[in-house]
């Protein structure tokens, strides 16, 4: 390297490393606005029911919302490099704010789920160009600190989300807890549009027949499962003609993946072992997460009395150990590696979901929430290290790409694994609302988030070594605005 060039590039790191903290923190808020919908709404879910009906239709909150998020995060994960990663965080939160203010003022529960839809797809947007930008800007070493950084934020949001979702269904009304994005909204936007990235982008094409067949597919199999033995009998015709229906999307899906230019979700990624095990234990968390958020406050404020706020309060300690875990992963898989770091978060996960079934006959809301401690303990130790090894195999022309298919595998365990825990769960209850039936009907569903562990164990143990030393170097490519220019 010519005498001359050195100077240039020490400029460029040394501007860049000034930056990285007001990035950070930009990357912060914005996760934040997911952080916090992820937690609020679970306590306000019985009021939601109380005040617009359909409760056999309320999964629907979740599972509309991560089916939008997954099917738009391929294509996002495409844009990235297109239009850039500023661009598209922008958008994700002008579409956020849009689907919260209409959240807020739904007159209906199918209202109200259209409008989860919108916030999804705001929603896919932001996180998986956040967490490409960190995976930009910081080495796979400086990533263990950045994350606890980033992790501090589902802290932060596991104690003031449920909390603001059991005091605005208590005591104000469960539509504040979707007013509550607005400012957070505006601000994130205002932080974000002062960085400018200096990213080469090219351009890419959007695979429309192979979004159209995903979205579809993952649609039926969604709507079959969650209105089959309800709406229809399992054995009916629109029952088994739904999922048959999804069957053949998802094959022919596959199949205009192989030949299209440009795949809307590329099957490289399945092709590499590491991509592909690192993916389905997102699936994985994805499944364990929302079994959890989505029937562990249901279950004690039914059958364990428990007011919004209790459970609300008790759920926090699931996601106040994701956090505390995944800000210490990092020594652990620069110490270990990791695949012993994945196998220690997923086994310590089982644990906790073992104990939370385990619990459910006594309705307790103190050793529920202990167990959920502990899942969320496993989660934070397994989620964040599997995702980094997967960006870091990869070089920066694919890394969005990697991110967005893991982003979008865990988004898919979610939506689907909250669709099966809803066919269980309304099978079991039969139209019934009492507290026995939803006792029943949780320990049947906990009995499914155990399955959900188990299988993301087992991915773990299938996961090939790596570590941190292995990992591509990271191409930094963000730059701020000067400051008169902002």
Not at 84 to 109: N, T, Y
């Amino acid at each position: 390297m010519s005498e001359s060039a050195a100077p240039a590039i020490s400029r460029r790191d040394v501007g860049l490393r000034s930056e990285r903290g007001p990035i950070l923190l930009a990357l912060m808020l914005s996760t934040g606005l997911i952080a916090i919908d992820s937690t609020i709404l679970a306590t306000a879910v019985p009021s939601i029911v109380h005040d617009l009906g359909g409760f056999a239709s309320f999964p629907w909150l979740f599972s509309v919302y991560l089916l939008a998020q997954a099917v738009s995060v391929p294509i996002y994960a495409k844009l990235i490099d297109t239009v850039g990663r500023k661009p598209l965080l922008l958008f994700g939160i002008a579409m956020f704010l849009l689907g919260s203010i209409l959240c807020g003022f739904a007159p209906s529960m199918l209202l109200l789920i259209l409008f989860r839809a919108v916030q999804g797809l705001g929603a896919g947007a932001i996180m998986p160009t956040s967490i490409t930008v960190a995976g930009d800007i910081y080495t796979v070493a400086e990533r263990a600190k950045a994350q606890g950084y980033l992790a501090s934020v589902w802290a932060i949001s596991s104690v003031v989300g449920p909390t603001l979702g059991g005091v605005f269904s208590q005591f104000v009304s469960w539509r504040w807890i979707f007013f509550v994005n607005v400012p957070l909204c505006i601000v994130a936007a205002v932080l974000v549009r002062r960085y400018e990235e200096s990213a080469q982008r090219t351009r890419r094409r959007v695979d429309v027949p192979g979004a159209l067949l995903l979205t579809g597919g993952l649609t039926a199999l969604l709507l079959g499962l969650l209105q089959g033995g309800q709406a229809w009998a399992w054995n009916s015709v629109p029952g088994v003609g739904l999922l048959v229906l999804a069957g053949v999307l998802l094959v022919a899906f596959v199949l205009v993946e192989r030949r299209a230019a440009e795949p809307v979700l590329p099957l490289w990624v399945f092709s590499r072992r590491l991509l592909l095990t690192t993916g389905l234990i997102s699936a994985g968390v994805g499944a364990l997460i929302l079994g959890l958020t989505s029937y562990v406050p249901n279950f004690l404020e039914s059958a364990a009395g428990a007011t919004p706020l209790e459970s609300g309060l008790a759920l926090a300690l699931l996601t106040i150990g994701w956090p505390i875990a995944a800000s210490n992963a990092g020594r652990l898989y620069l110490r270990l590696g990791f695949r012993p770091t994945a196998l220690i978060g997923s086994t310590v996960a089982l644990v906790g979901a073992i104990g939370v079934l385990l619990v459910t006959p006594l309705a307790s809301i103190w050793l529920t929430g202990v167990a959920c401690l502990v899942v969320g303990l496993g989660l934070g130790t397994v989620a964040t290290p599997t995702l980094i090894a997967g960006q870091s195999s990869v070089g920066f022309a694919e890394r969005g790409v990697v991110t967005g298919s893991n982003t979008f595998l865990r988004s898919v365990g979610s939506a689907v694994g909250v669709a099966v825990f809803g066919a269980v769960a309304n099978g079991v209850l039969g139209g019934r609302t009492d507290a026995a039936s939803v006792s029943s009907a949780s320990t049947g569903v906990f009995i499914g988030v155990v399955v959900a562990g188990v299988l993301t164990l087992v991915a773990a143990a299938f996961m090939p070594s790596f570590r941190a030393e292995h990992a591509a170097a990271p191409e930094a490519r963000v730059e701020p605005v000067a400051p008169e220019a902002a």
